[in-house]
Structures are given as structure tokens and as C-alpha cells.
Nanobody, 118 residues
Framework: QVQLVESGGGLVQPGGSPRLSCAAS????????MGWYRQAPGKERELVAT???????KNADSVKGRFTISRDNAKNTVYLQMNSLKPEDTAVYYC????????????WGQGTQVTVSS
């Protein structure tokens, strides 16, 4: 059994800089690409950023220059440093990971709400 547990969300003022964390636990041989997605009310889930095991990253255009994804392979944890938050960043943020345990499977976290409001 594998679990992804996110933390770090909440109510943030515009311009704030929270950091989200997502820790994977359970029966894990290795973790390939990890990422963050978000879903705003009434919208489809969208990619925010991904990071490979080797550290190569990809960001959505909407967050380039403001959000930074990183990971600690020893802790099976991925982070999302969010800077200069805007109201349109309000969404539920989901962690995602490709985890190898015999075969490769995609796992999702339960989501953490980030609300940007003054």
C-alpha cells in the first residue's frame, strides 16, 4: 500500500509564499517522476510542475518564475515553493508520483486547498 500525504496549504494573502510538501510512504522500490497538479472550482485539473528523479523540471507557463518544484529522494518527498501568489492560484493542489513496486503505478494525494485572498 502506498500513500501520498500533502501538507502546507491554507489561506494565503496575495503575494504570499507558502511551500507545499508531499511525502510518499508504503511499499516503494523507487519513485520516478513526481509532480503537482491543481484544480480550481469549475475547472479541469491542470499540470503545475513536474520533476524527474534526476531533477529535471517542467513548469506550466502560468507559474513560471513564481513556483519552484524540488524533491528529496532520500525522504520520498516533493515540494512546491510558491511565490508571488495571485487569487487565480486558488485551487486544490494534488501531488502525483510514478512509483515502482514490481511495476510502475501512478498515485495521487488527497489534495490540499490553497486559497489566495486578502
Amino acid at each position: 500500500q502506498v500513500q501520498l500525504v500533502e501538507s502546507g496549504g491554507g489561506l494565503v494573502q496575495p503575494g504570499g509564499s507558502p511551500r507545499l510538501s508531499c511525502a510518499a510512504s508504503g511499499s516503494i522500490f523507487s519513485i520516478n517522476t513526481m509532480g503537482w497538479y491543481r484544480q480550481a472550482p469549475g475547472k479541469e485539473r491542470e499540470l503545475v510542475a513536474t520533476i524527474t528523479r534526476g531533477g529535471s523540471t517542467k513548469n506550466a507557463d502560468s507559474v513560471k518564475g513564481r513556483f519552484t518544484i524540488s524533491r528529496d529522494n532520500a525522504k520520498n518527498t516533493v515540494y512546491l515553493q510558491m511565490n508571488s501568489l495571485k487569487p487565480e492560484d486558488t485551487a486544490v493542489y494534488y501531488c502525483n508520483a510514478l512509483i515502482v513496486n514490481g511495476a510502475e503505478f501512478r498515485y495521487w494525494g488527497q489534495g490540499t486547498q490553497v486559497t489566495v485572498s486578502s
